[in-house]
């Protein structure tokens, strides 16, 4: 699981030719003009936000900027090819802002935010005010309990910015190992679950359906894969079935896992792939454990909505090779 990653770098040029600028660095970089949190969402960790300024800006609001430009491509490339294709004749100077980081938290938000405020520091600002008081040597960290492998959209951000005293570097390197411990310090009962998981097919396709599940845990990020076996399945009394188990490590409560599985057990018609059976303490977790206070159910119409839920939730690119996988197994069903 990943709980940190970089965000795009914000560099500031100014000068005083913003037009011609702005029209060399767009084609030079095959660059997108943005507004600014449009240009966050879209940005990856590769990424850097250009701000073009007129002169006079010793650190730049983001209204200062006449242009924002996205660049797929990191600050040392985007500052070695402004060198190298001497555009120093029109700009003036070019500063570094603060570095981004995106943090993936669990449990309370404030919760998490003051223990982090309380070990390293910094203040909580709004976005805009972080970039104009922080520098090169400042990380403003968003918080989002979405997976960090996805785009995150504005709504997937939490509303609290923590503006830290400390490069990005030192902060990554801190925060890779101490990340995991405000995860668990702020999960309810300070616990993770330890899950069993087993599948069984009667057609004996488990190796497709295991590739399915792993491929969708990991997209999801949703915990970590402990041990992987065969083992016997006691589906009914004095009967037993082979299944093969994996063992996961994870966050999420059981009930939540279970939207997975289910989303998983059936297709968009309705009709089974295999089963998907999850344990959690030798107690199965029932489909009907996800919400207890439903009346009036149904299996397969639940199915069906958990399977949208699902490919909601993962990226297009995600969606189309899950997709694919189904369509082979969708051939031998035949």
């Not at 240009?39 to 209204?63: C, D, M, P, R, W």
């Not at 938290?105 to 922080?134: C, F, N, S, T």
């Amino acid at each position: 699981m990943q709980f940190i990653r970089m965000g795009p770098r914000l560099i500031f040029i100014r000068g005083c030719q913003i037009s011609k600028t702005k029209d060399i660095l767009l084609d030079m970089f095959h660059a997108k003009e943005r507004e600014f949190l449009l240009g966050i969402e879209e940005a990856t960790e590769n990424s850097s936000l250009l701000f073009i300024t007129g002169l006079g800006h010793v650190k730049t609001a983001v209204e200062d900027a006449q242009s924002i430009l996205l660049v797929d491509q990191p600050a040392s490339v985007c500052l070695s090819a402004i060198i190298n294709n001497k555009l120093t004749d029109l700009i003036e100077r070019v500063d570094l802002g603060p570095s981004l980081m995106f943090m993936r938290i669990a449990g309370d938000e404030k919760d998490v935010v003051a223990d982090i405020q309380k070990m390293y520091g910094g203040r909580i600002l709004p976005i805009r005010e972080a970039i104009r008081e922080g520098g090169k040597d400042n990380t403003i960290l968003f918080f989002t309990k979405k997976q960090l492998s996805a785009v995150l959209s504005i709504k997937d951000v939490l509303n609290t910015h923590l503006l830290l005293p400390y490069p990005s570097a030192e902060i990554n390197k801190r925060l890779r190992s101490e990340s995991i411990l405000f995860i668990t310090r702020h999960l309810e009962e300070r616990r993770w679950f330890e899950l069993r998981i087993n599948i069984y097919d009667i057609y004996g396709r488990y190796k497709e359906h295991y590739e399915r599940l792993i491929f969708v845990l990991t997209q999801l990020e949703v915990g970590m894969v402990l041990e992987e076996r065969w083992t016997k399945d006691h589906a009914l009394v004095l009967l037993s079935v082979l299944a093969y188990q994996i063992r996961l490590f994870t966050l999420y409560e059981p009930k939540e896992i279970k939207k997975i599985l289910l989303g998983l057990e059936y297709d968009d018609r309705g009709k089974r792939w295999a089963d998907f059976d999850l344990y959690h303490r030798n107690k199965k977790i029932s489909w009907l454990d996800i919400d207890r206070e439903k009346k009036r159910r149904n299996k397969i119409e639940e199915a069906i909505l958990h399977r949208q839920r699902l490919l909601a939730e993962l990226s297009p690119s995600a969606v189309e090779k899950l997709l694919e996988m189904e369509k082979t197994l969708n051939k031998r069903r035949k």
